[in-house]
């Protein structure tokens, strides 16, 4: 059988056996007392500002952060009790971000729901902005604010609503653990996307190493607009042009053309779920489940767990650490962040906490390219990784623009495939970074001269 899949791509090892059969825990702390901390921002775009201070009581479902700005997204308490103080705190990536950090009282009262506050049953016309309301962003990892991508440009019409259900990453099973439990809410909250633009497809799309997830899906699916769509099993397959490319044929140009630009949206699965909550329920995003796991966990599980809670308390969950690790990683091994601290707080990206010891988490010197070409093969994108890497190595950022550095997905295909292990990624997250940081530069010199007018 000839799964869809795209060109390019690599297999590193699955490493989804250690949590693929553990079913979903609900971890919720009830002593009184236990700090939650919420970054001010948790998704792309404009940070938020605290809507409470200092003293202030708050419910499980409170809006506690929100900006005006519309690439961004509401933060909401996912326990009841009090805001202790509003300082800059670590967080997952290592940097230090203002956060609200709130004392729990362990009671857990909530705050009335979303639909509440709107007093009616929502109509597809008001999801978009409901789904704004609840917070909800990508929870794949990437956290782009979901009502943006549920408003394309007027002239740009939507004929595929793509759920990323391949899960690609090595280690992680949320997704497919969510697909095996909660079937039905997954459902639902595509057809809700589907409200919204009536004339779009609707695929759901799981990696072939899924079939549990492949088998339910498909038996309560009953939309003839849904179609559960098995593709090959190789990463990146859940990059979003990849996973365009595999479903409709379509190719996404490279930067800074979008998916709506070929008539497609691309939702994680959670991101589905999520949907569907807040729709029905008017539950905005409170929680998430995380996979625990790697060679360096007691018992890896896959855990329902508050926004905020520390991740040291997930580790504690999953009885500690049986060996010490090397590396631990808040996400997948491809793309995740490597940690400083277990002592930061769960944010809405956080998909997995990867924790690896010494023979598993090895990374070996840099070396000469020898140009075998292998980054070349496997680059979904297909650039040319060794030339990207050279032109920036040599600050070469006009050679960089030229190859297409800035296209870079950032997936570390190249780099796992490269016999010198190259630092491939690292150089071209570089290479945007100089990129982001001219283009300010440039617009904060041209809005002096404007002013000085």
């Known amino acids: ?81 009090t805001v202790k103080e509003i300082a800059p705190k670590m967080t997952v990536a290592g940097s230090v971000e203002q956060c609200i950090v709130i004392e729990s009282d362990g009671q857990y009262t909530k705050a009335p729901s979303l639909l509440d506050e709107l007093g009616h049953k929502p109509k597809p016309d008001e999801y978009v902005k409901l789904i704004r309301a609840a917070g909800i962003v990508g929870m794949g990892g990437a956290c782009f604010p979901t009502h943006v991508k ?40 595509l057809q809700y996307v589907l409200e919204i ?35 090959k099993v190789k990463y990146p397959q859940g990059a979003e042009k990849m996973l365009i490319k595999s479903v ?53 599980k896959n855990l ?21 690790p090397a590396k631990i990683i808040a996400g997948g091994p491809m793309m995740g962040l490597a940690m400083r601290s277990v002592d930061v707080p769960v944010v809405k990206g956080t998909s997995g906490i990867l924790a690896l010891t010494s023979k598993l988490a090895y990374i070996a010197e840099e070396s000469a390219c020898i140009r075998c070409g292998k980054c070349v093969e496997a680059c979904p994108m297909h650039l040319e990784p060794t030339l990207v890497d050279r032109a920036v190595r040599l600050r070469d950022y006009a050679t960089f623009q030229a190859h297409g550095g800035e296209s870079c997905i950032e997936c570390g ?25 001219e283009r300010k530069k440039a617009a904060a010199l041209a809005k002096q001269k404007a002013e000085a007018k």
């Not at 309560?220 to 179609?227: G, L, R, S, V, W």
């Not at 329902?304 to 010490?324: K, N, T, W």
């Open 1 to 81: 059988m000839n799964l869809p899949t795209f060109l390019g791509g690599v297999h590193p090892p699955e490493g989804k056996a250690l949590t693929e059969n553990k079913a979903i825990e609900k971890l919720m702390p009830t002593t009184a007392g236990e700090l939650f901390v919420y970054p001010l921002s948790q998704h792309i775009g404009a940070p938020c500002s605290p809507t409470v201070k200092k003293g202030d009581a708050v419910s499980v479902g409170q809006k506690i952060a929100d900006s005006d700005a519309f690439v961004s997204a509401p933060i909401f308490s996912a326990v009841s009790g």
């Open 150 to 189: 549920l408003a394309p440009p007027k002239d740009k019409p939507i004929d595929w609503i793509i759920v990323n259900a391949a899960e690609c990453e090595p280690y992680l099973s949320c997704d497919n653990r969510l697909m095996i439990e909660s079937p039905d809410e997954i459902i639902r909250g």
């Open 197 to 231: 633009f009536p004339g779009a497809q609707g695929v759901i799309a799981i990696e072939n190493n899924k079939p549990e997830a492949i088998a339910t899906m498909t038996e309560h699916n009953k939309n003839p607009k849904i179609t559960i769509m098995p593709h």
């Open 248 to 300: 409709t044929g379509r190719e996404v140009p490279l930067v800074p053309a979008l998916p709506s630009d070929v008539g497609c949206i691309v939702l994680n699965t959670r991101t589905t779920w999520q949907i569907c909550k807040a729709i029905e329920e008017g539950l905005p995003v409170i929680e998430r489940v995380v996979s625990v796991t790697g060679d360096a966990v007691a018992e890896p």
């Open 304 to 324: 329902q767990v508050p926004l905020g809670i520390s991740v040291r308390s997930l580790v504690d969950a999953c009885g500690g650490f049986v060996h010490e």
């Open 413 to 437: 295909s190249c780099a796992y495939e490269c016999p010198a292990s190259r630092h491939l990624v690292q150089s071209f997250k570089n290479g945007k970074a100089f990129i982001v940081a």
